[in-house]
Structure formats: structure tokens, C-alpha cells
């Protein structure tokens, strides 16, 4: 059965960072793009980073261009979001999701996606 799980959300002070991973189960990651999107209370969902099949990774939020990066370790079948320098704009609720299809492309819209994680929390306050 294929499973994504996100971990790593935390409550963090402003200028802060975080690691949140995504782990699965049931597919090999190393064979999919994975996006990053994150959802605050009474926003919609935006698609922040994507990483390809062959590990290029796009941004496509402004907003955390040069504080965040997306990595993959295919040996742990994890793909990771790195955040730095958080700021309360960032609190949300963040997920992981896989495209499944077999062009390979990067997208930053949740349509694009095939599967998705429930989840972790982000908060960002002092």
C-alpha cells in the first residue's frame, strides 16, 4: 500500500529552522517527482518545491526562494524540505506529495499530484 508520511513540523521561534521529511512505503521515491506544498488556515494550498526524477529542483514560491531547499535520499526512500530563517508568514501545515505519471515533470500544482501525505505542522512564533 502506498503511504507518505511527513514529519518534522514543529513549533519554531522566527529565524529558526527545520528539516521535515517525507518518508514512503510502497514505491520508490527515486522513481518520482516529489513536491513540497504547504496550506495555512483559510489559504489555499501552494506548491513550493518540486524535485525531479533525476534530483533538479525548482522553486516556485518567492516567498521562500533562498531559505529552503529539496532533497532526496533514495537509500532511506525519504525526500526532505530544508527551511531556514523562518518567519511567522511560513506557519502551515505542510505536505508531501508524489506524481506518479510518466513524464517526469516538476509542477507546483496540487492538480499535477497523484498522492499525498496528511501532513505536518509548522508554526512559527515567538
Known amino acids: 500500500q502506498f503511504q507518505l508520511v511527513e514529519s518534522g513540523g514543529a513549533l519554531v521561534q522566527p529565524g529558526g529552522s527545520l528539516r521535515l521529511s517525507c518518508a514512503a512505503s510502497g514505491v520508490s521515491l527515486a522513481n518520482h517527482v516529489i513536491g513540497w506544498f504547504r496550506q495555512a488556515p483559510g489559504r489555499e494550498r501552494e506548491g513550493l518545491l518540486c524535485i525531479s526524477r533525476s534530483g533538479i529542483a525548482t522553486t516556485y514560491q518567492d516567498s521562500v526562494k533562498g531559505r529552503s531547499t529539496i532533497s532526496r535520499d533514495n537509500a532511506k526512500n525519504t525526500v526532505y524540505l530544508q527551511m531556514n530563517s523562518l518567519k511567522p508568514e511560513d506557519t502551515a501545515l505542510y505536505y508531501c506529495?508524489?506524481?506518479?505519471?510518466?513524464?517526469?515533470?516538476?509542477?507546483?500544482?496540487?492538480?499535477?499530484?497523484?498522492?499525498w501525505g496528511r501532513g505536518t505542522q509548522v508554526t512559527v512564533s515567538s
Open positions: 506529495a508524489v506524481r506518479v505519471r510518466p513524464d517526469g515533470y516538476c509542477s507546483g500544482v496540487a492538480a499535477a499530484y497523484d498522492y
